[in-house]
């Protein structure tokens, strides 16, 4: 998935709110009805038709009519919403070049104020997955694609959650830094994927290191479950950091057995396999119940501190319904459970409820407008209150000509170039707005509490280049 952080600075505080938004009209649409982003965004009249146009324009927003008309945020407008929210708590200010692409994220490098490199990663759930699931057993016929939104927040919940916890027990794994939406921020490895590296200079004590975090992560009650030379960083002194959390579980999950040995017989098959390393004369075969006991841990002798990061894990906002359903969302991946799929819709909360049926604006209330201020005051730039320093400094590493329009000049630029049926129907649907703000329903003038001075003024996203 292409990042293009360039896009950043032709966005205005306007863009972001009705972003925002439409990530919000998300919590209970599959696709968002302009009126109710209208609604929720109360830009001047006819503002928000405009920004939602400049947001197709950057691939932020999809436009779907399929079932009704509507609009989507894509990958690219929910990594907007948390890069921003991150570069303006000041966690970073610039993005670098893509170092990892996972089965479900994307990894790039990014760097703070003081040049500190780090990792941020995206969590992607849904990009290949719900596509394998839905041909396999159509499991989403009653719910919609959007979960992805609410499954990659989990994923890069859980994530940070566990590496924490893990952090603080001493295990080596990344240092987790911060957390929002679908993306993580840790701490850069040095080193390589294990993966890549065709020769070791103590091939047993690596793997001895290895073996024993498997064992050691029991005892503190967690499963990897991925745990192969993919998720495995080792650095020129041999010394290992594991990677990639997001579908751990706990060793009283009914399948703790079967992870475990799995996550040992992977590490055995790659020694085997890369290194030569021979375990017994069965080596070959990781498969084998011959291997030899001492190499290979057995899951039912291992003392094991069950709920042991419980408290950790909850401090860091990871509850036991969400792991509950993220581990679903898992085994459904995983097919081990296929027969074991159950209609699971009463166990979704407002955050994936998705309703087809329901898409009337009016369902909007008050604490969804409250929810919504907290949103934006998150995304919110700091220029309010510190003038003439934008909180919006993105830096960008890339080939980026240092320019600054006005992003209002590139609305109107853009504005002849539309699809006119398009236009059409965002026109009647303005028209609709209108009129539907004429009929008295006036709450969302005052609901909120957001200053948006308007005019280019407001258009505040000066991007300085960086070249770091
Ligand atoms: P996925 O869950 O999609 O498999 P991973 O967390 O395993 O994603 O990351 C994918 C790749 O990105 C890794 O194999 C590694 O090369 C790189 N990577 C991930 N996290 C870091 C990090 N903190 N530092 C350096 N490289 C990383
Ligand atoms: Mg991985």
Same mark, same amino acid.
């Given at each position: 998935?292409?990042?293009?952080?360039?896009?950043?600075?032709?966005? =205005?505080?306007?863009?972001?709110?009705?972003?925002?938004?439409?990530?919000?009209?998300?919590?209970?649409?599959?696709?968002?009805?302009?009126?109710?982003?209208?609604?929720?965004?109360?830009?001047?009249?006819?503002?928000?038709?405009?920004?939602?146009?400049?947001?197709?324009?950057?691939?932020?927003?999809?436009?779907?009519?399929?079932?009704?008309?509507?609009?989507?945020?894509?990958?690219?407008?929910?990594?907007?919403?948390?890069?921003?929210?991150?570069?303006?708590?000041?966690?970073? %200010? =610039?993005?670098?070049?893509?170092?990892?692409?996972?089965? !479900?994220?994307?990894?790039?490098?990014?760097?703070?104020?003081?040049?500190?490199?780090?990792?941020?990663?995206?969590?992607?759930?849904?990009?290949?997955?719900?596509?394998?699931?839905?041909?396999?057993?159509?499991?989403?016929?009653?719910?919609?694609?959007? =979960?992805?939104?609410?499954?990659?927040?989990?994923?890069?919940?859980?994530?940070?959650?566990?590496?924490?916890?893990?952090? !603080?027990?001493?295990?080596?794994?990344?240092?987790?830094?911060?957390?929002?939406?679908?993306?993580?921020?840790?701490?850069?490895?040095?080193?390589?994927?294990?993966?890549?590296?065709?020769?070791?200079?103590?091939?047993?004590?690596?793997? !001895?290191?290895?073996?024993?975090?498997?064992?050691?992560?029991?005892?503190?009650?967690?499963?990897?479950?991925?745990?192969?030379?993919?998720?495995?960083?080792?650095?020129?002194?041999?010394?290992?950091?594991?990677?990639?959390?997001?579908?751990?579980?706990?060793? /009283?999950?009914?399948?703790?057995?079967?992870?475990?040995?799995?996550?040992?017989?992977?590490?055995?098959?790659?020694?085997?396999?890369?290194?030569?390393? =021979?375990?017994?004369?069965?080596?070959?075969?990781?498969?084998?119940?011959?291997?030899?006991?001492?190499?290979?841990?057995?899951? /039912?002798?291992?003392?094991?501190?069950?709920?042991?990061?419980?408290?950790?894990?909850?401090?860091?906002?990871?509850?036991?319904?969400?792991?509950?359903?993220?581990?679903?969302?898992?085994?459904?991946?995983?097919?081990?459970?296929?027969?074991?799929?159950?209609?699971?819709?009463?166990?979704?909360?407002?955050?994936?409820?998705?309703?087809?049926?329901?898409?009337?604006?009016?369902?909007?209330?008050?604490?969804?407008?409250?929810?919504?201020? /907290?949103?934006? %005051?998150?995304?919110?730039?700091?220029?309010?209150?510190?003038?003439?320093?934008?909180?919006?400094?993105?830096?960008?590493?890339?080939? %980026? !000509?240092?320019?600054?329009?006005?992003?209002?000049?590139?609305?109107?630029?853009?504005?002849?170039?539309?699809?006119?049926?398009?236009?059409?129907?965002?026109?009647?649907?303005?028209?609709?707005?209108?009129?539907?703000?004429?009929?008295?329903?006036?709450?969302?003038?005052?609901?909120?509490?957001?200053?948006?001075?308007?005019?280019? /003024?407001?258009?505040?996203?000066?991007?300085?280049?960086?070249?770091?």
């Amino acid at each position: 998935m292409k990042l293009d952080v360039n896009v950043l600075r032709y966005l =205005s505080k306007d863009d972001f709110r009705v972003l925002t938004a439409v990530e919000m009209g998300m919590r209970n649409h599959e696709i968002v009805p302009a009126e109710l982003i209208v609604r929720i965004a109360s830009l001047r009249h006819g503002g928000t038709y405009k920004v939602l146009k400049n947001l197709l324009k950057h691939k932020l927003l999809h436009h779907d009519s399929s079932k009704y008309d509507g609009f989507r945020l894509t990958y690219l407008g929910y990594d907007f919403l948390a890069i921003k929210t991150m570069v303006n708590r000041g966690v970073f %200010s =610039s993005v670098g070049r893509q170092i990892g692409v996972g089965k !479900e994220s994307d990894i790039f490098e990014i760097a703070n104020e003081d040049g500190t490199i780090m990792a941020m990663k995206l969590h992607r759930l849904g990009r290949t997955s719900f596509r394998a699931v839905k041909s396999k057993r159509d499991y989403l016929r009653h719910r919609s694609s959007f =979960s992805w939104l609410y499954l990659s927040r989990l994923a890069a919940l859980k994530e940070f959650a566990f590496m924490k916890a893990l952090q !603080e027990h001493g295990f080596p794994v990344p240092n987790a830094v911060d957390c929002n939406r679908h993306c993580v921020i840790m701490s850069l490895v040095q080193g390589y994927p294990f993966v890549q590296v065709k020769q070791l200079q103590n091939p047993d004590t690596v793997f !001895e290191k290895i073996i024993g975090i498997v064992v050691r992560l029991a005892e503190h009650g967690l499963i990897h479950c991925d745990f192969n030379e993919f998720n495995i960083m080792i650095d020129d002194d041999e010394n290992i950091t594991i990677i990639d959390f997001p579908q751990m579980v706990s060793v /009283s999950h009914r399948n703790a057995e079967m992870y475990f040995d799995r996550d040992v017989a992977c590490i055995i098959k790659f020694f085997s396999k890369r290194f030569n390393l =021979s375990f017994d004369a069965n080596a070959d075969d990781s498969d084998s119940d011959t291997e030899s006991d001492s190499v290979k841990p057995r899951f /039912s002798s291992i003392q094991k501190a069950s709920g042991f990061l419980d408290k950790e894990l909850s401090a860091s906002g990871f509850s036991r319904k969400e792991q509950a359903d993220i581990e679903k969302f898992t085994e459904k991946i995983d097919g081990s459970d296929d027969e074991e799929i159950e209609d699971d819709e009463e166990t979704e909360d407002d955050e994936e409820i998705e309703d087809n049926e329901d898409h009337d604006s009016s369902k909007l209330n008050a604490s969804d407008i409250q929810k919504f201020d /907290s949103l934006c %005051s998150l995304t919110k730039d700091d220029d309010d209150e510190q003038p003439g320093n934008s909180g919006d400094v993105v830096e960008v590493q890339q080939n %980026s !000509e240092g320019k600054n329009e006005d992003a209002s000049d590139e609305v109107e630029d853009e504005e002849q170039e539309d699809n006119p049926e398009l236009e059409e129907r965002l026109a009647k649907q303005r028209r609709r707005a209108i009129q539907a703000a004429r009929a008295g329903r006036k709450t969302h003038a005052s609901r909120n509490s957001y200053k948006d001075k308007g005019g280019k /003024s407001s258009h505040n996203s000066k991007i300085q280049k960086g070249n770091w």
